[in-house]
């Protein structure tokens, strides 16, 4: 069992937990999602015990870098998403994901319906469930309070709207560190 130590090393062997961020096109949100979660586990020092990916629940985008307007946001605030490549999700996923972070409302009805088609219950492996479907702003403590969680979608605005999308990634993937802190020390 994997284990982080006073010092942050991380003891034993255990798969990595496997995390999905799913928006529509894959080439947006999710793209800034997984780059963003994967650079705060890594500065967190569980780089080794989490897995990040993405998706998105249409393919018309499948093959495509992600959105510019995207990339550039990221490297603007010191992330790199250049090497992002969309793809959309398979329902065969399931199985290798823990926990799946949708940008928005539709994104997790679409993921239930598909969950339900391929038998996969959906929930908490401590509640019996195989896979957690969530939105990721859930874990934004303030947008949590306001009662908006849904991730905004920057597709048709500009520049200024891709940069409110990555605050509100950022401000989620904080959250979404501690809550894998207390599920990392649970297993």
């Known amino acids: 069992m994997s284990k982080i130590s006073s010092d942050g090393a991380v003891t034993g062997r255990r798969r990595p937990f496997r995390v999905c961020v799913v928006c529509s096109g894959n080439i947006c949100r999710s793209p800034m ?3 963003v979660l994967r650079s705060m586990l890594d500065d967190a020092g569980l780089a080794a015990l989490v897995e ?3 998706a998105g629940t249409g393919g018309w985008h499948a093959g495509d870098g992600a959105d510019p ?3 550039a946001a990221l ?3 010191g ?3 250049s090497s992002h490549v969309a793809r959309e999700y398979d329902l ?3 199985d290798v994901h823990d926990l799946i972070l949708a940008a928005d409302e539709g994104h997790v009805r679409q993921l239930r319906r598909w969950a339900d088609q391929a038998g996969v219950p959906v929930g908490p492996r401590h509640a019996g469930g195989d896979v957690e479907i969530e939105l990721l702003r859930r874990y934004d403590p303030q947008a949590r309070a306001a009662g908006d ?3 905004d979608d920057p597709y048709y605005g500009n520049a200024e709207d ?3 999308c990555l605050a509100q990634v950022e401000k989620a993937c904080r959250g979404v560190v501690v809550h894998l802190q207390g599920v990392l020390a649970d297993r």
Request: glycine letters at 12%.
């Open 149 to 151: 969680i849904g991730l």
């Open 79 to 81: 992330y790199d998403g």
């Open 92 to 94: 065969a996923w399931f």
């Open 69 to 71: 307007r995207a990339v």
């Open 33 to 35: 999602g997984e780059v």
């Open 75 to 77: 490297a603007r605030a």
């Open 52 to 54: 990040v990916d993405s």
């Open 162 to 164: 891709f940069e409110r």
